[in-house]
C-alpha cells in the first residue's frame, strides 16, 4: 500500500502505539510481530480500545476498512516515520555513544526548549522500533527534534541514521560497551562512527568534543562546532569545571551549578552548553535550564537513606562508564564511603578480565568498603579486608541486612539487569 497514504491516515490520529496496553482514543495501531508474540492477534482489540486504524501483516487478522494489510508492519513503520520527517521537514539532532546519551540527550533538550518547542526520544526509545515511534511523535509545532540512537552491533547506527536522516549529529564518547556484539573497543568505534559518515556523505553537522582525540580525527573532514576545556582553538571554550560531588562548570564568565553528580557528567553538561549556543539560547537560558535539571530514572541520583548519602547510578553499566564512576567516587571529599557494584553485561569473551580490571581499580582503596555482586564478579574474588564478593543478589541482600552501615556516602553502580536499586529497600 502507498506510503503516502498510509501517512495520509496517520494524521487523522492523536497518537501511534505499538503496545494495546496503551492504545487512547483516535490512536494509529501497528502490529508488530516479537519473539514471543504476534501482535496482529491484538488488532481487533486495539480498534475496540479505541485506535482509528491499526496496521497488520498477516490477512487472517483482516476485519473492515479501518485495517490496513501490508507485507511487513515493521518495515511500514520504519517507512512512516521516515515520510513523516520529510514532511515536517524540521531539524534533527541525532547522538549516540556508549556513555551518557540519554542524560545528554535530556540536558540538550531542557536547553533548547528556552527557545524552541522541541520532542525528544522518550527514555531510551532508540532502538529499529523506538527511533521510528520518536520520529512519529513529531508535529507541526516541532521545532526542533531530538533523536537518541542505541546499539548493539554494527550497522545498526547506519540504519537508524537513513530512517531519521539527521541534520546535526553527537556522539558522547566511544567506549567498553556491547563488547559482544560490537566484536571489541574498535569495533565500538567502527560502529557509532557510521553517524559521522552519513552526516559527512550529506554535507551536515557534527558537534566535537574536542577533550576526545577519536572524536577530532574521526570528523576532522565534516562540518562541525566544537567544545573543549581551556581550548582557545574550539568554538566553545569552557573555563573550568569541577565536582564535588556536584558537576560545576563555567564557560564565558557564566558558572553553572547542576544537580548532575561526578565529573564524568560534565561532557555532558558542555554538549548542551556548546547545542544551545549554536542553536542561539541566551546564556542565562542555559544556565537556567542547566541548573533546574533535575536526573532520575537510576542516573547519578544523590539521594539519602537514614544517615547515609547515597549516589543511585543504577541504570546500567560497562567497564568506560564504571571506570569513571568510580575515580570520581574516590575523588570525593568524604570519610566513610561504600561501594555497591553489580555485574557488567554484554562483554562476550572479555567480561570477567574486564570485571576483574574493576576490581584492580580499588586494590589501593583501603579506606573504601566494597561489595562485589554478580558472578562474574565473584569468578575473580580475592582476599582483603575490605572486599567481599557475592555470586548473586540474593547472598549479597541477606549479609548486607546483617549489617549496619551508617554516616557513609554510597555509590550503587551496575547493569541494568542487576537492579541494584533494590539495594534501598534495606540498607
Known amino acids: 500500500m502507498d506510503i503516502s497514504y ?46 482509528s486504524y491499526v496496521i497488520i501483516d498477516n490477512n487472517d487478522y483482516y476485519i473492515d476498512e479501518r485495517t490496513i494489510l501490508v507485507e511487513n508492519s515493521l518495515v511500514t513503520l520504519q517507512e512512516l516515520a521516515t515520510y513523516h520527517r520529510n514532511y515536517l521537514k524540521l531539524p534533527i539532532i541525532a547522538l549516540t555513544g556508549s556513555n551518557g546519551k540519554t542524560t545528554t540527550k ?80 574498535e569495533g565500538v568505534i567502527q560502529g557509532k562512527s557510521e553517524m559521522y559518515q552519513y552526516l559527512l556523505k550529506n554535507d551536515k553537522l557534527v558537534f566535537v568534543n574536542f577533550e576526545d582525540p577519536i572524536q577530532v580525527e574521526k570528523t576532522k573532514d565534516i562540518k562541525s562546532f566544537s567544545f573543549g576545556v ?13 565536582a564535588n560531588p556536584f558537576v560545576t562548570v563555567t564557560y564565558s564568565q557564566n558558572t553553572i551549578t547542576t544537580h548532575l553528580i561526578g565529573l564524568y557528567n ?114 575473580n574474588k580475592l582476599d582483603k579486608s575490605n572486599f567481599f564478593f557475592f555470586e548473586n543478589f540474593e547472598n549479597f541482600s541477606e549479609a548486607i541486612k546483617q549489617k549496619k552501615i551508617n554516616n557513609n556516602m554510597i555509590l550503587i553502580k551496575g547493569s541494568r539487569g542487576m537492579a541494584l536499586e533494590r539495594t534501598l529497600e534495606f540498607i
Open 106 to 185: 535530556e540536558l540538550i533538550n531542557v536547553v533548547l526548549s528556552k527557545k524552541f518547542s522541541t520532542k525528544a526520544t522518550i527514555g531510551n526509545l532508540n532502538n529499529h522500533i523506538g527511533v521510528p515511534l520518536t520520529l512519529l511523535s513529531f508535529d507541526e509545532k516541532t521545532e526542533i527534534g531530538i533523536v537518541e540512537m542505541g546499539a548493539n552491533h554494527k550497522k545498526e547506527i547506519e540504519f537508524l541514521c537513513k530512517i531519521a536522516r539527521p541534520d546535526y549529529g553527537y556522539i558522547t564518547n566511544f567506549g567498553k560497551a556491547h563488547l559482544e556484539g560490537f566484536g571489541g573497543v
Open 230 to 242: 581551556k581550548n582557545e582553538n574550539v568554538d566553545i571554550n569552557i573555563n573550568h569545571i569541577e
Open 6 to 51: 498510509i501517512h495520509s491516515l496517520f494524521l487523522k490520529c492523536n497518537s501511534v502505539s505499538i503496545d494495546t496496553r496503551k492504545i487512547g482514543a483516535n490512536s494509529f495501531f501497528v502490529a508488530i510481530k516479537g519473539d514471543n508474540f504476534d501482535a496482529n492477534t491484538f488488532a481487533k482489540e486495539a480498534l475496540d480500545k479505541g485506535a
Open 266 to 379: 560534565a561532557n555532558n553538561i558542555n554538549a548542551a552548553i556548546s547545542i544551545g549556543s549554536y542553536f542561539g539560547v541566551q546564556k542565562k537560558d542555559i544556565k537556567d535550564a542547566l541548573e533546574s535539571y533535575i536526573p532520575e530514572n537510576n542516573r547519578s541520583q544523590l539521594t539519602t537513606k537514614g544517615t547515609n548519602e547515597i549516589i543511585l547510578d543504577a541504570y546500567n553499566a560497562n567497564p568506560s562508564s564504571m571506570k569513571v564512576a568510580i575515580e570520581n567516587f574516590i575523588l570525593l571529599d568524604k570519610i566513610n564511603k561504600t561501594l555497591f557494584l553489580g555485574d557488567m553485561f554484554e562483554l562476550g569473551a572479555e567480561s570477567l578480565i574486564e570485571h576483574k580490571g574493576v576490581i584492580d581499580l580499588l586494590i589501593s582503596q583501603d579506606n573504601i568498603d566494597c561489595y562485589f555482586i554478580g558472578k562474574d564478579f565473584y569468578q
